[in-house]
T-cell receptor, first 114, second 114 residues
Framework: KAGVTQTPRYLIKTRGQQVTLSCSPISGHRSVSWYQQTPGQGLQFLFEYFSETQRNKGNFPGRFSGRQFSNSRSEMNVSTLELGDSALYLC?????????????FGPGTRLTVT | AQTVTQSQPEMSVQEAETVTLSCTYDTSENNYYLFWYKQPPSRQMILVIRQEAYKQQNATENRFSVNFQKAAKSFSLKISDSQLGDTAMYFCAFREGSQGNLIFGKGTKLSVKP
């Protein structure tokens, strides 16, 4: 079974621009979560989507948004990019109803804002 | 709010030796799950081991085992017979209840030396 895939893997953007990242979950997984990983703040939860609805949201500004499609693929968008948005963005998928509800991570998208 | 603390930013171990990584957490909940994830250099996050809070028996997965002390809110990871491929960042993570986002510690960078 294919794992979680994320595109693009690397991205360089300029301050003020916007960016869209994509995540395809493991087949059958309907929950998708997004995390931001930086050296200073570590891994921080952005939001979770299930059945096209945002179910949970972390403490990030409104510039960070996401959505989920009917095939469970998810996108996250960051508008008006700031230098501090440079990070590894990780997507994770989960199987609802699984005993541990463990999350399986993709390889991440490395975003650099200049 | 729940917090996860990993007090060892870096550790090293000789190949074939045993190493223990520490993790403590803070919560007032009774129903929660604990995880250890491994993130090798430039590679994606992999689930190593998981533990349900209501199970007293410590989880084991091959060379990996945990020492779960619920009263002390401690969840350490023991790696036996360390291998070069175990070199990675190790993250301890907490999740409340049967759903929800992961809360991560800052990580421990483990180097296995030949």
């Amino acid at each position: 079974k294919a794992g979680v895939t994320q595109t693009p893997r690397y991205l360089i953007k300029t301050r003020g621009q916007q960016v869209t990242l994509s995540c395809s979950p493991i087949s059958g997984h309907r929950s998708v979560s997004w995390y931001q990983q930086t050296p200073g703040q570590g891994l921080q939860f952005l939001f979770e989507y299930f059945s096209e609805t945002q179910r949970n949201k972390g403490n990030f500004p409104g510039r960070f948004s996401g959505r989920q499609f009917s095939n469970s693929r998810s996108e996250m968008n960051v508008s008006t990019l700031e230098l501090g948005d440079s990070a590894l963005y990780l997507c994770a998928s989960s199987l609802i109803g699984a005993r541990f509800y463990e999350q399986y991570f993709g390889p991440g998208t490395r975003l650099t804002v200049t | 709010a729940q917090t996860v603390t990993q007090s060892q930013p870096e550790m090293s171990v000789q190949e074939a030796e045993t190493v223990t990584l520490s993790c403590t957490y803070d919560t007032s909940e009774n129903n929660y799950y604990l995880f250890w994830y491994k993130q090798p250099p430039s590679r994606q996050m992999i689930l190593v081991i998981r533990q349900e809070a209501y199970k007293q028996q410590n989880a084991t997965e091959n060379r990996f085992s945990v020492n779960f002390q619920k009263a002390a809110k401690s969840f350490s990871l023991k790696i036996s017979d360390s291998q070069l491929g175990d070199t990675a960042m190790y993250f301890c993570a907490f999740r409340e209840g049967s759903q929800g986002n992961l809360i991560f510690g800052k990580g421990t960078k483990l180097s296995v030396k030949p």
